[in-house]
T-cell receptor, first 115, second 108 residues
Framework: GAGVSQSPSNKVTEKGKDVELRCDPI?????LYWYRQSLGQGLEFLIY????????KSGLPSDRFSAERTGGSVSTLTIQRTQQEDSAVYLC?????????????FGQGTRLTVV | GQQLNQSPQSMFIQEGEDVSMNCTSS?????WLWYKQDPGEGPVLLIA?????ELTSNGRLTAQFGITRKDSFLNISASIPSDVGIYFC????????FGPGTSLSVIP
């Protein structure tokens, strides 16, 4: 597609359940980022994928969070045993990373509510 | 870790006024980015800056990459109601690190 696509757009889950959030990056973009945005806050970096390199997981807040990127394209962010503090908007972005051109383009996000 | 500060946190201006907002960091970045976020949407890139001292314009927007590589500013001239939103700066080496945002309200 033309832009970064995220699904679902909204997710309500019960505390303790696992959730999977999906990101389809812009075709040809080799870099993919996940961020979390709590209500009224800035963007908190979670994880970064670049090509076939090992992902940078330094932003993941706990071992309940994990992410995969299959075939260098689609990415899934998984949150296990969700807690109420996980409620936030989860944003995915991709970038070309060719030469000096590195601007990240964002999807609309998945709004996660843990009840 | 790397942290960015943005000022002001929020601003209320009259339509037609010029706006100036600032971003500072304790770390050096190779790239500075300015994004705007509308409610319910992801951030949208406004301006990208790649070189210390670089001054770039995009319509009514002007942004500069500070010569110390630790700061950047964004100016909006002749504000209009659709300028309302949250403006984020981001400094980037490998990964864009975002500031907390400046919330802009424009009074018609």
């Amino acid at each position: 597609g033309a832009g970064v696509s995220q699904s679902p757009s909204n997710k309500v889950t019960e505390k303790g359940k696992d959730v999977e959030l999906r990101c389809d990056p812009i075709s040809g973009h080799t870099a993919l980022y996940w961020y979390r945005q709590s209500l009224g806050q800035g963007l908190e970096f979670l994880i970064y994928f670049q090509g076939n390199s090992a992902p940078d997981k330094s932003g993941l807040p706990s071992d309940r969070f994990s992410a995969e990127r299959t075939g260098g394209s689609v990415s899934t962010l998984t949150i296990q045993r969700t807690q109420q503090e996980d409620s936030a908007v989860y944003l995915c972005a991709s970038s070309l990373r060719q030469g000096g051109y590195t601007e990240a383009f964002f999807g609309q996000g998945t709004r996660l509510t843990v009840v | 870790g790397q942290q960015l500060n943005q000022s002001p946190q929020s601003m209320f201006i009259q339509e037609g006024e010029d706006v100036s907002m600032n971003c500072t960091s304790s770390s050096i970045f190779n790239t500075w980015l300015w994004y705007k976020q509308d409610p319910g949407e992801g951030p949208v890139l406004l301006i990208a800056l790649y070189k210390a001292g670089e001054l770039t314009s995009n319509g009514r927007l002007t942004a500069q990459f500070g010569i110390t590589r630790k700061d950047s500013f964004l100016n909006i001239s002749a504000s209009i109601p659709s300028d309302v939103g949250i403006y984020f700066c981001a400094g980037q080496l490998q990964i864009p690190i975002f500031g907390p945002g400046t919330s802009l309200s424009v009074i018609p």
